[in-house]
Structure formats: structure tokens, C-alpha cells
């Protein structure tokens, strides 16, 4: 038993929870994205992530831990797509540069967010572990932030015709 009293049958049901949402979340990402701009639906799939978090480490239940686990896998499975997809399209290097950044800096995530989950887990416990996955959205919405701020800079320096530059330095 864990931390919420889940058997190990439970507990392993629950990850297959967890890939079958991220399924889900990459599926539904693919078609809202032909609708929706894609930093506007990470964001969304930031939030919900972040919504699936609360309810996971106050569960009490199987299956009020399994609620938690469907918000969260939904919305990290639009993830890589469209972190992918935003980066490949602002880069400066070719599709294939940037591409090679994504699937990198990927690898290095796939690699170090489970480990540190799994030793604040067995340092601390299951509920303390799974606080990496809030901590990682943070800093991809910090990254959002920040390239939501240069498209801005971006249009506002395309935009910038010669009379209106000369009345802003009036």
C-alpha cells in the first residue's frame, strides 16, 4: 500500500490511467490546434495539468486519485507537441537544429523528472515526490511567458513604421 492505502494491482491500473491520458491529451491537442493557436492550448494543457495536481496529492481514494491522474495526463500529454511545435517555429537555426534542442532537452526531462520524483518520494514521501510535476509546469509556463513577451516585442518591432517610430521618440 502507498501513501493513500492503494493496493499494487490499484497502483499499477493508475499508471496505465496515466499513459492512456496523456494518449488523450496528444489527440485532443492534434485536433484543437487545426482552431486554436498553439501557445494558447499549452497554455490550457499547462492548467490542466496543474489542476490534475491538487486532487492527486489530497486523494484519499482510488479513485479520487484517479481523477487527478486523468486532468494531469491530459494536459502533460499535450506537452511535447506543442512545446515542439513553438520552438521549432520561433528558432533561428533550421527545423532540424532546433528539433535536435527539443528532443535534447526531452531526453534530459524524460530522464532527471522521474528520478528526482522517485528520491524526494523515498527520502520523503509518495505526495513530496510527486511535487516535481507542479514544479516542471511552472517553469514550462515561465517559458511560455517569456515567449509569449518576444512574439509581442517581435510584432511590435515588425509593426514599427518610420512616422510612428519618430513620434514615439517625441
Known amino acids: 500500500n502507498d501513501d493513500i492505502g492503494l493496493a499494487r494491482t490499484t497502483a499499477v491500473a ?31 494543457a499547462l492548467v490542466t495539468a496543474l489542476l490534475g495536481q491538487p486532487i492527486l496529492l489530497g486523494a ?35 527545423a532540424d537544429g532546433a528539433l535536435g534542442q527539443v528532443l535534447s532537452i526531452a531526453a534530459v526531462g524524460q530522464i532527471a523528472g522521474p528520478l528526482a520524483a522517485g528520491a524526494i518520494a523515498q527520502a520523503a514521501s509518495l505526495r513530496a515526490g510527486l511535487l516535481v510535476l507542479p514544479v516542471f509546469v511552472l517553469i514550462a509556463a515561465g517559458g511560455l511567458y517569456r515567449y509569449r513577451a518576444q512574439q509581442r516585442t517581435g510584432r511590435r518591432q515588425r509593426n514599427a513604421t518610420p512616422a510612428s517610430l519618430a513620434g514615439a521618440a517625441r
Open 60 to 94: 484519499n481514494s482510488g479513485l479520487v486519485a484517479a481523477v487527478g491522474i486523468v486532468l494531469a495526463g491530459i494536459g502533460i500529454g499535450a506537452l511535447f507537441p506543442l512545446t515542439s511545435a513553438l520552438h521549432i517555429a520561433s528558432s533561428p537555426r533550421g
Open 14 to 44: 493508475a499508471v496505465s490511467v496515466l499513459y492512456a491520458s496523456m494518449l488523450t491529451g496528444r489527440l485532443l491537442a492534434s485536433r484543437l490546434a487545426r482552431r486554436v493557436s498553439p501557445d494558447r492550448l499549452l497554455a490550457a
